[in-house]
């Protein structure tokens, strides 16, 4: 059973600290997506790549955050220097693009990040 | 410029009851819609979707939604309600087909069940 895979779950850090968040999307995906979830703003879009190169960023606090994918099975999530206003579930999805099952995104567990 | 409005941040229902949970989209080109569902401290797994082929759409866990383009709606229904389908759903909107394209989602509705 093919899974998007997060690290780490739970990340607990002061301000001012550098943050990485990981994803391995499922194997033969080329769409990844990087989402944060809040009580206030609910699910908002930061950032999404296409065969690791990436189609919008524009969700994303340009000043602190960074996505990245070094390679097809990998994507991160920087944060430098937190805030205690990056307090969020962040979740990553992957996708394909062809196929039968082309229109679906399919999430990881998240990564739960309290910035002190 | 594509958007959902989900009616009511909270349900809820007592089990066995009817589920409905409000969904309506706005888009100027044919869209995509979604439900997903995301229970307690877990990631959001796809219940369906509406993909132009047919305007009621049969899901995982017995749900089940219609696309109505007079009313532009999505609800989702569920006739009888268990004590496990407790949890967030969201409905959401997407312009083209391949998951490349941006999904834009709702703000949620929390569906509590009463014993």
């Known amino acids: 059973d093919a899974r998007v895979t997060q690290t780490p779950r739970h990340k607990v850090t002061e301000m001012g600290q550098e943050v990485t968040m990981r994803c391995q999307p499922i194997?033969?995906?080329?769409?990844v997506f990087w989402y944060r979830q809040t009580m206030m703003q609910g699910l908002e879009l930061l950032a999404y790549?296409?065969?690791?190169?990436?189609?919008?960023d524009s969700g994303m606090p340009k000043d602190r955050f960074s996505a990245e994918m070094p390679d097809a099975t990998l994507a991160t999530l920087k944060i430098q220097p937190s805030e205690p206003r990056d307090s969020a579930v962040y979740f990553c999805a992957s996708g394909p693009v062809t196929g039968l099952t082309a229109d679906t995104q399919y999430f990881g567990p998240g990564t739960r990040l309290t910035v002190l | 410029a594509q958007s959902v409005t989900q009616l009511g941040s909270h349900v809820s229902v007592s089990e066995g009851a009817l589920v409905l949970l409000r969904c309506n989209y706005s888009?100027?080109?044919?869209?995509?819609l979604f439900w997903y569902v995301q229970y307690p401290n877990q990631g959001l797994q796809l219940l369906l979707k509406?993909?132009?082929?047919?305007?009621l759409v049969k899901g995982i866990n017995g749900f089940e939604a219609e696309f109505k383009k007079s009313e532009t709606s999505f609800h989702l229904t569920k006739p009888s309600a268990h004590m496990s389908d407790a949890a967030e759903y969201f409905c959401a909107v997407r312009r083209g087909y391949s998951s490349a394209s941006k999904i834009i989602f709702g703000s949620g509705t929390r569906l509590s069940i009463r014993p």
């Open positions: 790549f296409r065969n690791r190169a990436p189609l919008d």
């Open positions: 509406y993909t132009s082929a047919a305007t």
């Open positions: 888009s100027s080109v044919p869209p995509y």
């Open positions: 194997l033969g995906h080329n769409t």
